[in-house]
């Protein structure tokens, strides 16, 4: 074998041409070739060239065209032309094949033929010079021809060598490239199942349907089968309900079979299924009723390998009825974890046979290996060990290699790096590990760490982000370095966030999109980082973790990571020159034994922001202790080739990973690991040992902090089979009497009998072996229980359904296993369905004497429908026939024990248990051995005892006792649960129980049994009459204590006198008592005055008043007959202050009573009206008693009568002094928005007074009393206010609440959706009066959604919502809508916008001008009347309008015809609207002066600025009613409440009659105007109305008379 080593097992370098480029697998590959077929000449001279010498690839050897060569050991050092070494070269690892190029056919042809056309050319050139030269003779010249001949043939057999030995190695078994996928379609929808399958030779591929062989041609056109290049398909056509199943794709070829799986439902649409139809079955399925029968034989066993060598596991399945084409399901574990196909393990099934190869092992291939074969009926299992012995070490005294690399975290910026301290050190402790890393793709390895770290975790940095890295690590000792470990699953350099988007998870069906973080913004400084936390501290390395900010730009943002010594104020930047982008870090260089803090900061192109909150204080160092040693190892018999070994855990053990176990034969002083891989448990079997050796054993705990000190050594152990092997009086004989207590479908609950003799040490626990019995011929045994169990029950669980077994126990203890027990019944394994319980289990006998014992009993595990509910105890003579059992109790026992009476003495008896439910009394127990009714000699009881101070104790004797035996206590025949209240001590043979604090809680039966004797036992019952006594007892033994009711404790009486007091419980008249102050006894005096009442024991001493000399300790010494007792109290400090000042207060406050004075002191109330109301509560007032108010010590004048015969003062604050003309409004909603203000807020003070004295009560209500006074008021204004209510304005929609009182001061937020509502121009809020309002000025749909109208209160505030959606934002949006295009209309329609007169009375001959404003949009038509006639214009009368807005009406010389009554009309198409006038002719003399007149918007004639004073003489009915008529379009708007009253003070304004206007002059006339606009305008419009007769605007209205 030595020849035949790999070389990765004597240099351990990387071998996995895996990890290559194809590039580089090219190259190598191509110059192994070329060397291996070039002429011995070429390549020497090639070599040379090269400065290397290859030595095992230098030529062809005559062995290697040998078909089964005997390789010589091959070297892999590369030399330079010095046969210095300056390397290795690294071979192409291809299991046992040597000649693998990993090229493929094609290649490796042309990569054939180019090296034999070389070999060729170079020998037949190297001929033909020789032919040329004519120096060398022609019998050389053949010679050389002849060995040309012999090379070409040797080439021509290597050749044909070479291909067959390809063709082995070109085939493999079928390997899914791409399996079938599972798919949900709908019915009648067609679905595709595709897979690739690759293998040599070509793979058959069969497809199956609930394994049943799909076959197209009996189902034509329902199935459709294709195979093209590789790729096979499944096409079902028109699915319907019953293709819902499990497919299966076959593929096989010579070199195995492998199975795929698919599955396919078929979907109904609602209403279209059958509800009764079953689910679709996934999984194997039972259509024809096989029952198959699954036998593993020629099974493997417990193994070993070494490092680097190739094993393989095999069992022979043989499954009954053989069926064609059937597979079973075929899986392997190891350490009860799947294993899966990888480059490490193999997995083959031939039909017959499964196999696993391990292609190259490693420490982490030891483990318990488990072949499940599972079928339809059931699955079979098979089980054994594999150890893995390291390989040899390359450095003598060096250490094993680690194991089980992995990455425990990986990100853009780091890996952390854990591994398994392997259990060889090399004979001196381990120094530390190295870890190298490896870029994926690449051969180079590179040592992260320049110093070995020796915890087990590392965390690799310089990392390239997005790159692939494997990892090794090394461990090292004084003497070299350890191979390196198994390399670990390759890992990407990312943020965690990105590898999982590049697994390629897709969003579930429902296409729902979560968003996880808000949109960043532009330009934003992010926020500080949260939840910074150390992650993980060791004395090289401390790892920060934190969350990234909310706020945080449109780029990634990155962090700098800051720290400072704790303690300090001076942060430095670990980073200073790249920030990292990961929310984690790394930090090296740390001193150890230091606290640091850590905070971060993020940073991006806009800034850096804020700091993190800092960490707590973190000290350098390894925060995970090293284990402590394991406890007691106890080695136990097994074969005559291994030992159970099993041992104490490690106490209070952190992160353990597991223990390493060693052995050595007696005498040797050479330790040998028995486990190279941890293990998790604290029991394990040491194989390999040699027979008839005595052993010794110890153990090792490890964490990754490190490898805990060694236990202590076991005791010596020869190695031989258990059964038959061990000494008989030292391991317990077999238990007895198996029954099953319960049986469900797949598993069963054993019980068993304790052995008659369990040896010379307790019974540590007992192992259940099971067997299958088949056609009642029994199988093979197996372990049901790995970790012994302490109670005599036990579930064995993995049975098969109705199949029958037969169980073995066997008990164990600290000399061994001892033999197990005769074979059970044979039992059926099918559940239980009785509604009654099962067996009771586990009957005991105790305390036997004479006349009685007691029956203990354990309630059954199966309880049958309903829960036990008591139980039946059946008694009978043993010699006495079945029918002789009788009940020993007619109601039904609620405990687990019993005390048996009425026995015969000498009379041996058995009995059995019975338990009842609801359903009915269930089975019968095993019945007990036969038990005599006889008091033993020496026999004694338990003794209560009380000692001489007051202690119970229970005490029990035995004389009897073994070396080994116990005493072993327990309250109502169980252990006890508190033990704080129990003491338990032991002396010799005798053993008692004190009670620490006697009380109700220590009622019950008390019990005491001696192990290792023939039943010594007794017990004692503690009753609540037995409690009373002792108690009694105990506190006479302790009367010379004088016991206190109450100890001293100190009260203030009236007037502040102090009152020092206790009371004893009991004292005699020869009692006596002494006062005692700061150590000097005080006397009775005039300060001090003392009482004792010796009825009551109160002792009692008081004093008028306390001064500072007061201060001290105070004690009461008492002394009866002998018993004495004190009592103290110690007033000082602060206490004592506290207890002056309230003495002081008290007498303060009896003085004070003594005159008026204030029961209930000034404090406010606002009642429902929302009145702030002050009050207080006074007494031992009398007439003569007045009450004085005050605000920031002025006086406020209260006209209120004082009442004192209710005792009760009121002041309402924030009433004002009003003028007597608005005293009529005080009630009015203005008023009471006026009620409490900021100008309230102050101090308030009554005073009472009279010839008795005086007092006083302050209330303050500024700062925090306002505020809280207001919130108050708040309050009842949000109770007051009404539901939120929705209208309707020609602006929008308007949410409106009305409050009974309105504060300026109130506050209210408006919510939409939870949200705040950010106010704009198109969203408004406002107060009316007492009308809260929201303004949605033109609402959308967007708009809809619940309102909220939220008050504060400085508490919980009150929330009023109304829902603005479906009908009701509808009915809302279209009464919007209707009042928009009314007040369109009232805006645009026609109308007359000044005033006409209404008679004009004009003097014949002159010229009369009227001009009236006109609106309207559009532009209106004007028409003119005359006695309801249609006008037109000519040269009398001239019409005219001007620039759509002036209608002006001239008659140039009026005569007597003109008189009428005249109208103008204008019209749109939003409505109509007419001015009517009349104008009479008068006859007269013209005059040469014109009169104007023009009117305001009310129609008032004022004189025009030209006007003659004489003409102004003239008189002319200037007032106007206007008069209109009714628009077609009606305007209809909603006002809010300040329009409305404004209206109604205009409407009251406007009722008087019109005036005449005087003939004034210019500023009269100026002044008159004013005048008559403030009169019919309202107050806060006049000033905005005015308007001077000069305007450059025309006048509305305008008549010229000449």
């Given at each position: 074998m030595s020849g035949s080593i790999p070389f990765y097992q004597k240099h351990h370098l990387h071998y996995d041409r895996g990890y290559r480029s194809k590039e580089t697998q090219s190259k190598v590959s191509q110059y192994q070739a070329s060397s291996r077929y070039s002429a011995s000449g070429s390549a020497s001279a090639a070599t040379r060239s090269r400065g290397l010498n290859v030595s095992s690839h230098s030529g062809l050897e005559e062995s290697r065209l040998s078909p089964s060569p005997k390789r010589a050991k091959p070297t892999y050092l590369a030399v330079d032309k010095d046969n210095q070494i300056i390397g290795y070269v690294v071979p192409i690892f291809r299991g046992s094949q040597e000649f693998a190029t990993g090229l493929s056919d094609t290649e490796e042809a042309r990569v054939r033929d180019t090296a034999a056309y070389m070999a060729r050319r170079d020998l037949f050139t190297s001929g033909l010079e020789m032919e040329r030269s004519e120096l060398i003779s022609r019998k050389e010249t053949m010679r050389e021809s002849a060995e040309r001949i012999t090379l070409n043939k040797r080439i021509h057999e290597h050749e044909e060598h070479f291909k067959r030995m390809n063709e082995d190695s070109l085939m493999h078994a079928p390997e899914f490239v791409i399996k079938p996928r599972s798919h949900t379609v709908w019915e009648k929808q067609c679905v595709r199942l595709h897979c690739t399958v690759s293998g040599w030779p070509d793979p058959r591929v069969v497809w199956y349907k609930n394994n049943v062989a799909l076959d197209p041609l009996a189902n034509p056109g329902k199935y459709k089968v294709e195979s093209r290049y590789s790729v096979h398909s499944l096409e079902i056509n028109k699915c319907d309900f019953d293709d819902t199943a499990q497919y299966r794709v076959s593929a096989m070829n010579s070199q195995g079979e492998l199975s795929a799986f698919a599955s396919v439902v078929v979907k109904r649409f609602k209403g279209e299924m059958d509800e009764f139809l079953p689910a679709p079955r996934l999984g194997p399925v039972s259509e024809y009723g096989i029952t198959f029968q699954t036998h593993i034989v020629d099974k493997f066993g417990v193994s070993f390998g070494r490092e680097g060598e190739t094993m393989s596991l095999g069992c022979t399945v043989i499954i009954y009825p053989a069926l064609h084409r059937y597979q079973p399901e075929v899986e392997w574990y190891r350490d009860d974890v799947l294993l899966s196909p990888s480059k490490w393990t193999h997995m083959h099934w031939s039909g017959d046979r499964a196999t696993l190869t391990l292609t190259h092992l490693n420490k982490e291939d030891e483990g318990l290996y488990t072949l499940r074969v599972t079928t339809k009926s059931g699955y079979e299992t098979y089980s054994a060990y594999v150890f893995v012995r390291d390989a040899d070490a390359e450095v003598e005294g060096a250490p094993a290699a680690p194991l089980d690399v992995r990455c425990l975290d990986a990100n853009k910026d780091y890996i952390i790096v854990a591994w398994k301290q392997p259990a060889v050190d090399g004979g001196s402790s381990i120094l530390g590990y190295f870890v190298d890393r490896c870029e994926v793709g690449t051969t180079h390895w590179i040592q992260c760490n320049d110093t070995p770290v020796k915890f087990a975790r590392f965390p690799v940095t310089g990392l390239v982000e997005g790159r692939s890295y494997i990892f090794r690590v090394r461990a090292v000792n004084k003497s070299g370095i350890s191979r390196p470990s198994r390399v670990s699953e390759p890992v990407a350099a990312m943020d965690p966030a990105d590898r999982a988007r590049m697994r390629g998870t897709s969003a579930p069906w429902t296409g729902q999109i979560i968003v996880t973080e808000e949109e960043p913004a532009e330009g934003i400084v992010p926020s500080k980082p949260c939840d910074l936390q150390v992650t993980e501290a060791t004395k090289n390395y401390v790892v920060l973790s934190w969350k990234p900010p909310g706020e945080k730009g449109l780029e990634g943002v990155m962090y700098y990571v800051e720290k400072c010594v704790s303690g300090t104020d001076s942060w430095q930047r670990v980073n200073t020159e790249i920030p990292v982008k990961s929310p984690r870090f790394a930090l090296f260089d740390l001193a150890e034994g230091k606290a640091y803090r850590f905070r971060v900061r993020c940073c991006n192109s806009a800034g850096v922001g804020e700091p993190s909150d800092p960490t707590e204080a973190t000290t350098v160092g390894d925060k995970l202790d090293i284990p402590s040693a394991p406890g007691k190892v106890i080695p136990t018999r097994n074969t005559d080739t291994s030992v159970v070994v099993s041992w104490e855990a490690s106490c209070d053990a952190k992160e353990l990973v597991g223990y390493y176990i060693e052995g050595s034969i007696v005498g040797s002083n050479v330790w040998e690991p028995c486990n190279n891989k941890p293990v998790n448990v604290t029991r394990f079997i040491c194989h390999g040992l040699i027979t008839g050796e005595k052993y010794v054993f110890r153990v090792r705990a490890v964490n990754a902090a490190g490898i805990s000190q060694f236990s202590q050594e076991s005791e010596a152990v020869e190695v031989k089979a258990a059964i038959g092997g061990g000494i008989l009086h030292a391991s317990p004989a077999p238990p007895y009497g198996i029954t099953i207590l319960e049986c469900v479908r797949d598993s069963m609950v054993l019980a068993w009998k304790q052995p008659t003799f369990i040896g010379g040490a307790d019974i540590t626990g007992y192992f259940v072996d099971y067997r299958e019995v088949i056609d009642g011929v029994p199988g093979k045994w197996h372990e049901a229980n790995i970790k012994a169990v302490s109670e005599r029950a036990y579930r064995v669980s993995d049975l098969k359904e109705n199949k029958k077994y037969q169980f073995q126990v066997r008990a164990a203890n600290m000399a061994g296993v001892g033999i197990p027990s005769l074979p059970?019944?044979?039992?059926?394994?099918?559940?239980?369905?009785?509604?009654?319980?099962?067996?009771?289990?586990?009957?005991?006998?105790?305390?036997?004497?004479?006349?009685?014992?007691?029956?203990?009993?354990?309630?059954?595990?199966?309880?049958?429908?309903?829960?036990?509910?008591?139980?039946?105890?059946?008694?009978?003579?043993?010699?006495?026939?079945?029918?002789?059992?009788?009940?020993?109790?007619?109601?039904?026992?609620?405990?687990?024990?019993?005390?048996?009476?009425?026995?015969?003495?000498?009379?041996?008896?058995?009995?059995?248990?019975?338990?009842?439910?609801?359903?009915?009394?269930?089975?019968?127990?095993?019945?007990?051995?036969?038990?005599?009714?006889?008091?033993?000699?020496?026999?004694?009881?338990?003794?209560?005892?009380?000692?001489?101070?007051?202690?119970?104790?229970?005490?029990?004797?035995?004389?009897?006792?073994?070396?080994?035996?116990?005493?072993?206590?327990?309250?109502?025949?169980?252990?006890?649960?508190?033990?704080?209240?129990?003491?338990?001590?032991?002396?010799?043979?005798?053993?008692?129980?004190?009670?620490?604090?006697?009380?109700?809680?220590?009622?019950?039966?008390?019990?005491?049994?001696?192990?290792?004797?023939?039943?010594?036992?007794?017990?004692?019952?503690?009753?609540?009459?037995?409690?009373?006594?002792?108690?009694?007892?105990?506190?006479?033994?302790?009367?010379?204590?004088?016991?206190?009711?109450?100890?001293?404790?100190?009260?203030?009486?009236?007037?502040?006198?102090?009152?020092?007091?206790?009371?004893?419980?009991?004292?005699?008249?020869?009692?006596?008592?002494?006062?005692?102050?700061?150590?000097?006894?005080?006397?009775?005096?005039?300060?001090?005055?003392?009482?004792?009442?010796?009825?009551?024991?109160?002792?009692?001493?008081?004093?008028?008043?306390?001064?500072?000399?007061?201060?001290?300790?105070?004690?009461?010494?008492?002394?009866?007959?002998?018993?004495?007792?004190?009592?103290?109290?110690?007033?000082?400090?602060?206490?004592?202050?506290?207890?002056?000042?309230?003495?002081?207060?008290?007498?303060?406050?009896?003085?004070?009573?003594?005159?008026?004075?204030?029961?209930?002191?000034?404090?406010?109330?606002?009642?429902?009206?929302?009145?702030?109301?002050?009050?207080?509560?006074?007494?031992?007032?009398?007439?003569?008693?007045?009450?004085?108010?005050?605000?920031?010590?002025?006086?406020?004048?209260?006209?209120?009568?004082?009442?004192?015969?209710?005792?009760?003062?009121?002041?309402?604050?924030?009433?004002?002094?009003?003028?007597?003309?608005?005293?009529?409004?005080?009630?009015?909603?203005?008023?009471?928005?006026?009620?409490?203000?900021?100008?309230?807020?102050?101090?308030?003070?009554?005073?009472?007074?009279?010839?008795?004295?005086?007092?006083?009560?302050?209330?303050?209500?500024?700062?925090?009393?306002?505020?809280?006074?207001?919130?108050?008021?708040?309050?009842?204004?949000?109770?007051?206010?009404?539901?939120?209510?929705?209208?309707?304005?020609?602006?929008?929609?308007?949410?409106?609440?009305?409050?009974?009182?309105?504060?300026?001061?109130?506050?209210?937020?408006?919510?939409?959706?939870?949200?705040?509502?950010?106010?704009?121009?198109?969203?408004?809020?406002?107060?009316?009066?007492?009308?809260?309002?929201?303004?949605?000025?033109?609402?959308?749909?967007?708009?809809?959604?619940?309102?909220?109208?939220?008050?504060?209160?400085?508490?919980?505030?009150?929330?009023?919502?109304?829902?603005?959606?479906?009908?009701?934002?509808?009915?809302?949006?279209?009464?919007?809508?209707?009042?928009?295009?009314?007040?369109?209309?009232?805006?645009?329609?026609?109308?007359?916008?000044?005033?006409?007169?209404?008679?004009?009375?004009?003097?014949?001959?002159?010229?009369?001008?009227?001009?009236?404003?006109?609106?309207?949009?559009?532009?209106?038509?004007?028409?003119?009347?005359?006695?309801?006639?249609?006008?037109?214009?000519?040269?009398?009368?001239?019409?005219?309008?001007?620039?759509?807005?002036?209608?002006?009406?001239?008659?140039?010389?009026?005569?007597?015809?003109?008189?009428?009554?005249?109208?103008?009309?204008?019209?749109?198409?939003?409505?109509?609207?007419?001015?009517?006038?009349?104008?009479?002719?008068?006859?007269?003399?013209?005059?040469?002066?014109?009169?104007?007149?023009?009117?305001?918007?009310?129609?008032?004639?004022?004189?025009?600025?030209?006007?003659?004073?004489?003409?102004?003489?003239?008189?002319?009915?200037?007032?106007?009613?206007?008069?209109?008529?009714?628009?077609?379009?009606?305007?209809?708007?909603?006002?809010?409440?300040?329009?409305?009253?404004?209206?109604?003070?205009?409407?009251?304004?406007?009722?008087?009659?019109?005036?005449?206007?005087?003939?004034?002059?210019?500023?009269?006339?100026?002044?008159?105007?004013?005048?008559?606009?403030?009169?019919?305008?309202?107050?806060?419009?006049?000033?905005?109305?005015?308007?001077?007769?000069?305007?450059?605007?025309?006048?509305?209205?305008?008549?010229?008379?000449?």
């Open positions: 059970s019944n044979t039992f059926l394994c099918e559940e239980w369905t009785i509604a009654v319980p099962g067996p009771p289990h586990d009957l005991q006998i105790r305390e036997a004497r004479n006349d009685s014992l007691v029956l203990l009993w354990k309630p059954p595990v199966y309880q049958g429908r309903d829960p036990v509910n008591g139980f039946y105890v059946d008694i009978k003579e043993a010699d006495a026939p079945e029918e002789a059992w009788r009940g020993v109790n007619t109601k039904a026992l609620e405990k687990t024990y019993t005390k048996i009476k009425d026995l015969k003495e000498g009379e041996k008896y058995v009995f059995r248990v019975r338990a009842q439910n609801k359903a009915g009394v269930g089975k019968v127990s095993d019945v007990t051995e036969p038990v005599p009714a006889l008091t033993k000699p020496g026999t004694k009881e338990i003794v209560v005892d009380v000692d001489d101070d007051g202690v119970i104790s229970l005490n029990f004797e035995c004389g009897n006792m073994t070396p080994d035996s116990k005493f072993v206590w327990s309250k109502n025949y169980e252990d006890f649960t508190d033990t704080s209240r129990l003491t338990t001590e032991t002396k010799g043979t005798k053993s008692k129980v004190v009670f620490n604090r006697p009380g109700e809680e220590d009622i019950g039966v008390y019990s005491c049994l001696v192990t290792h004797t023939d039943g010594a036992s007794s017990s004692y019952t503690l009753s609540e009459e037995e409690l009373k006594r002792l108690l009694e007892i105990s506190h006479d033994h302790k009367f010379p204590i004088i016991p206190l009711k109450s100890d001293l404790a100190v009260e203030l009486l009236e007037k502040g006198r102090v009152r020092f007091w206790l009371q004893a419980e009991k004292m005699s008249n020869n009692g006596k008592v002494d006062y005692v102050f700061n150590d000097n006894v005080v006397s009775q005096g005039e300060k001090y005055k003392m009482n004792f009442d010796k009825n009551t024991g109160v002792i009692e001493m008081t004093m008028e008043s306390l001064t500072p000399a007061d201060e001290g300790t105070y004690t009461f010494q008492l002394q009866d007959g002998k018993a004495t007792n004190q009592s103290s109290l110690v007033l000082i400090g602060d206490v004592f202050k506290q207890l002056q000042k309230e003495s002081e207060f008290q007498r303060k406050e009896y003085f004070r009573k003594q005159g008026p004075h204030f029961i209930e002191y000034l404090s406010w109330e606002v009642t429902p009206e929302c009145c702030v109301v002050l009050k207080c509560k006074v007494g031992n007032m009398k007439k003569e008693t007045s009450a004085l108010w005050h605000k920031d010590r002025h006086q406020i004048k209260v006209d209120e009568h004082l009442g004192f015969a209710e005792g009760v003062l009121k002041l309402e604050i924030a009433q004002r002094d009003l003028p007597a003309d608005t005293a009529d409004i005080v009630d009015s909603p203005i008023w009471r928005r006026l009620k409490i203000s900021k100008k309230d807020a102050g101090v308030y003070e009554v005073i009472l007074k009279d010839d008795r004295g005086q007092d006083t009560s302050t209330l303050n209500l500024t700062d925090q009393g306002f505020k809280d006074l207001m919130n108050e008021v708040f309050s009842v204004i949000a109770n007051s206010s009404t539901p939120l209510k929705i209208t309707s304005t020609d602006e929008g929609i308007r949410l409106y609440t009305f409050v009974s009182y309105y504060n300026d001061l109130l506050q209210v937020t408006w919510h939409y959706k939870d949200s705040a509502i950010a106010f704009s121009d198109r969203i408004k809020s406002g107060v009316v009066g007492e009308q809260l309002w929201l303004q949605i000025t033109e609402p959308t749909e967007k708009d809809m959604g619940k309102y909220a109208i939220e008050f504060y209160d400085g508490k919980g505030g009150l929330r009023r919502t109304v829902d603005l959606s479906g009908q009701a934002f509808d009915d809302a949006f279209a009464e919007f809508q209707r009042l928009k295009a009314a007040a369109i209309a009232e805006r645009n329609r026609a109308r007359v916008a000044g005033g006409l007169p209404d008679v004009v009375t004009i003097q014949e001959g002159k010229a009369l001008n009227l001009t009236c404003n006109i609106s309207g949009n559009p532009v209106p038509e004007v028409t003119w009347l005359k006695n309801d006639r249609e006008i037109t214009s000519d040269e009398h009368c001239i019409l005219k309008f001007e620039s759509g807005k002036f209608a002006s009406f001239t008659i140039t010389g009026v005569n007597t015809s003109d008189s009428g009554k005249y109208s103008i009309l204008v019209k749109n198409k939003y409505g109509t609207e007419s001015g009517d006038f009349t104008v009479e002719v008068t006859e007269g003399t013209p005059d040469l002066g014109v009169t104007s007149y023009w009117t305001d918007e009310e129609g008032n004639v004022v004189f025009g600025s030209n006007t003659p004073k004489e003409k102004m003489k003239t008189t002319l009915t200037g007032t106007k009613m206007q008069k209109r008529k009714e628009s077609v379009s009606k305007a209809s708007t909603v006002k809010n409440v300040e329009d409305r009253e404004q209206d109604k003070k205009s409407e009251a304004q406007n009722e008087g009659d019109p005036a005449e206007v005087p003939a004034l002059d210019s500023d009269q006339t100026k002044e008159a105007k004013v005048d008559l606009i403030n009169q019919t305008l309202p107050v806060d419009q006049s000033e905005a109305s005015e308007q001077p007769a000069d305007s450059a605007e025309k006048p509305e209205a305008v008549a010229e008379t000449t």
